[in-house]
């Protein structure tokens, strides 16, 4: 039985290895389940991905993807606690800096400053506000996201999907209790 505030990787290399995170008010990690479910979808997607993990948090997401071989994750959270504990998670996972950066900013700070270019974004952001709505009012003022080829969303089930701008078409969506999560794929015949 996993501990309070502690997670399990679901698989890949580090499988069954631990991550602890602090909770904070809107700090809400993907469940195992999900998980599951989310890179089963991708499966050797992921290989040698460059991934920006946005909006954080226990960064669990960007740890699974590390653990099946993603070539980088990138951490993007303001949160000054949930950034000292995934510094600690990489240290005792002994995941290098050229595997993993991570950045104590705001989301849409990072993304008009980036330089970088990414294969697949993780959006799971606090479910209060409209974030995912903002991002994609925004996703072609982003240049980092040029190359994207997916976007993983996560949201309440309480809310509407944000109408997909051109080239991007849902890929999968489900519901899990509460949490609604889809896989957004990018047409490149566009």
Not at 49 to 55: E, G, S, T, V
Not at 98 to 119: E, G, I, M
Not at 157 to 183: C, D, M, T
Request: hydrophobic share 35%.
């Amino acid at each position: 039985m996993l501990k309070k505030n502690t997670l399990r990787i679901t698989g890949g290399s580090y499988l069954s290895r631990r991550l602890c995170f602090i909770p904070e008010n809107e700090l809400r990690p993907t469940t195992d389940r999900i998980r599951e479910t989310v890179f089963s979808w991708l499966q050797s997607e992921i290989r040698e991905y460059k991934i920006l993990d946005l909006f954080a948090g226990s960064g669990v997401l960007g740890f699974e993807a590390l653990s099946r071989n993603a070539s980088q994750v990138v951490f993007v959270e303001r949160n000054k606690n949930s950034i000292t504990q995934l510094k600690n998670n990489l240290k005792n996972l002994k995941i290098s800096e050229k595997q993993a950066q991570v950045f104590h900013t705001d989301s849409f700070d990072y993304l008009k400053r980036s330089q970088d270019s990414f294969d697949l974004i993780f959006l799971d952001p606090p479910f209060s506000g409209n974030l995912i709505c903002d991002f994609f009012n925004q996703i072609n003022n982003f240049s980092c996201l040029n190359h994207l080829k997916w976007i993983y969303l996560e949201q309440t089930v309480k809310k509407n999907w944000p109408i997909l701008p051109e080239p991007w078409y849902w890929y999968r969506q489900k519901v899990a209790g509460q949490v609604k999560f889809s896989l957004l794929c990018k047409r490149t015949d566009v």
